[in-house]
């Protein structure tokens, strides 16, 4: 790794810009290649021997911090004016630096609906291969396996062979785990079918990116940088803020020739021989591309940047899953995470000494380990041959403008294999009415919780992101317009409401006080118009923003092909979560890491 820019070559093959999650997996498997010369530009600093990125539950110290690009939304009408915190990672390894390290799959009709939006090569038949490259699955021993259910797993799954390792963290100790299994089982809700063939629904236990044998986050540094860093023809920088992309012209085409950055606030120039490769995420590569002059023109001389390419895509189609809970005080001897949450010296102490000398405890758990993808569940008695869901996706139907993107959504959700939201278990309580709070985790009050949680699957709304000024240190200007579509709001209020059938559930339900406390005092949704009111008020962003430079047909909205070349340029790529043209259900976190490894094939084809 270079820290200086003397150690920098004039030129390079391929300069990645941004050495996150799907940054370094595509240098990595670029710089296999021994005759290309691959250079990562990585605004972030390493944090490899980092606590706070290393140990699975210190995730919670990230956001808003110097590991965070502390970026903001602007106010959001439909969730009451107020602004949703965005965190994006500014490390070496991006956002999977500092996610919650959830591993949820996506299901096969939502990345078969990218093929169908027009991207040839992009079905879920020839995604499941790099779906499966990335990735290790290390199963518990045979006690812990039946405590979560985990029988659905296959050969096939047990021969993932990918550099990111992923685990269960659950152990038979915590009754919580196996309680919620039985839960959705009692409700005829259990797990159908098999979460790593990406179809299935119903309640599970999911697993993790941590490293089973260190008790560590396993992240695209650790999986894809460190295997990498001896390799003479691999250059990463760190601390390089990039400003803008060259460019000259070759038969009516942009050819990207340089990327100009900013490192110790000296102002550098690299050359490009083959491609610029934008790999800096949902909100930064469509503000390095409009930088750049590849834009909404309007938007590009509003501001006195050169045009390079006139694009009104770039920027838009932004997509987020918005979450909400609710949390219940459980039974008086039941353990849970909110001592550590509310940093009582003696669980704190007690829980370093298990992970620092016996490698167990609740340190080695950073976010969920419960999930379910659900149905839409019927909130009211149903007359006639329709559904509910079928009631309000007719209710509400298309505009022109986004015909085609709600018909493939209004399919996708009318898959009998398909979750409509999807539902987690936090042991601990969060706090989402308290907004001057630094996240969901603040000023918690005394007791133990349990949260249950209610994530968007498919969202209908669409929002953009675009730059304020010419000036590449300024953020963006974030608008995801959430719950702007109101079939969004119906579908999400209703699995909210869900939530308080699940609390009453048994065996969950034996956990949880009678008459206990909640989070807040408004946290009761008995009926529809009270849980919409609910998520208006408390819902925040699970983190999955996607789909600002989405891979589109250029006239439906697109900004680079099925080859995730830009539109108008020869040699500039993006690979990130912003070429998604539809968010997959669940973490994207799995969709991030399958995107590029299938881009990094089709570079390598290219050359």
């Known amino acids: 790794m270079s820290t200086h820019t003397t150690d920098l070559d004039a030129d390079y093959d391929f300069v990645i810009v941004g050495g996150g999650t799907s940054g370094l997996t595509v240098a990595n498997r670029l710089s296999e290649n021994a005759e290309f010369r691959v250079l990562v530009l990585e605004a972030g600093k390493n944090h490899l021997e980092g606590p706070r990125v290393m140990i699975p539950a210190l995730c919670i110290q990230a956001p808003g911090s110097d590991l965070d690009w502390k970026f903001m939304t602007t106010s959001q009408d439909e969730l009451k004016g107020r602004k949703i915190r965005q965190p994006q990672g500014r490390l070496l390894g991006g956002s999977s630096g500092i996610n919650n390290q959830a591993f949820i799959s996506p299901s096969s009709n939502g990345i078969d609906a990218w093929a169908q939006l027009g991207n040839d090569g992009w079905s879920w038949a020839a ?24 029988d659905y797993i296959t050969e096939t799954d047990k021969e993932a062979r990918g550099p990111v390792q ?30 790593y063939s990406c179809r299935s629904i119903g309640g599970y236990a999911n697993a993790a990116t941590v490293d089973q044998s260190t008790k560590t986050r396993s992240y695209a540094a650790t999986a894809y940088y460190v295997p990498a860093a001896h390799r003479t023809n691999l250059t990463v920088l760190t601390g390089a803020e990039v400003d803008k992309i060259g460019f000259s012209e070759d038969s009516g085409e942009k050819l990207a020739n340089a990327v100009f950055f900013n490192h110790n606030g000296v102002s550098t120039k690299v050359t490009v021989r083959k491609e610029v490769i934008v790999a800096a995420g949902t909100f930064q590569s469509p503000k390095i591309l409009e930088l750049s002059g590849i834009g909404n023109s309007q938007i590009l001389k509003s501001l006195d940047i050169p045009i390079t390419v006139d694009n009104e895509n770039v920027g838009e189609n932004l997509q987020d899953h918005l979450m909400t809970g609710i949390s219940f005080e459980v039974n008086d001897g039941v353990v849970t995470g909110d001592s550590l949450m509310r940093q009582d010296p003696e669980a704190v102490a007690a829980a370093s000494d298990l992970y620092e000398n016996h490698n167990a405890g609740p340190l080695t758990v950073g976010g969920i380990a419960s999930h379910a993808f659900m149905p839409l569940v019927e909130s009211s008695p149903v007359s006639g041959p329709q559904s509910e869901l079928e009631r309000l996706l007719q209710r509400y139907p298309a505009d022109a403008h986004n015909k085609l993107q709600h018909d493939c959504i209004c399919n996708i959700l009318r898959a009998k294999d ?3 939201g999807a539902l987690f278990m936090f042991l601990a309580q969060s706090n989402l009415h308290n907004e001057s709070a630094k996240d969901y985790l603040q000023d918690l009050q005394a007791g133990n919780f349990i949260s249950l949680g209610a994530i968007q699957s498919y969202v209908f709304s669409r929002g953009s992101s675009h730059v304020i ?22 579908l999400f209020a209703r699995h909210v409401q869900f939530l308080e059938s699940l609390a009453r559930s048994p065996p969950l339900s034996d956990s949880i006080k009678p008459n206990g406390k909640r989070n807040h005092r408004t946290a009761y949704v008995e009926d529809l118009d009270s849980a919409k009111d609910y998520v208006r008020t408390t819902a925040i962003s699970s983190y999955h923003p996607c789909g600002t430079c989405a891979m589109l047909p250029r006239g439906q909205g ?9 539109y108008g340029t020869r040699n500039l790529r993006v690979v990130d979560a912003s070429v998604m043209p539809l968010i997959p259900r669940g973490n994207i976190q799995s969709t991030v890491y399958a995107v590029a490894e299938r881009a990094a094939d089709l570079i390598k084809a290219d050359w």
């Open 469 to 490: 000024s010419k000036h590449p240190l300024d953020p963006p200007s974030i608008d995801p317009r959430y719950l702007s579509h109101p079939l969004d709001l119906e």
């Open 558 to 566: 697109g900004v680079v092909s099925d080859r995730l070349i830009v």
């Open 166 to 195: 992923v685990s269960y963290t659950g152990v038979v100790q915590d009754p919580l785990s196996k309680a919620w299994i039985d839960t959705f089982k009692g409700l005829d809700h259990g797990m159908a079918g098999n979460p």
């Open 127 to 150: 995604m499941e291969p790099y779906y499966r490259k990335f990735y290790s699955l290390s199963l518990p021993d045979d006690a812990v396996s039946q405590h979560l259910g985990l």
């Open 418 to 420: 398909e979750g409509v």
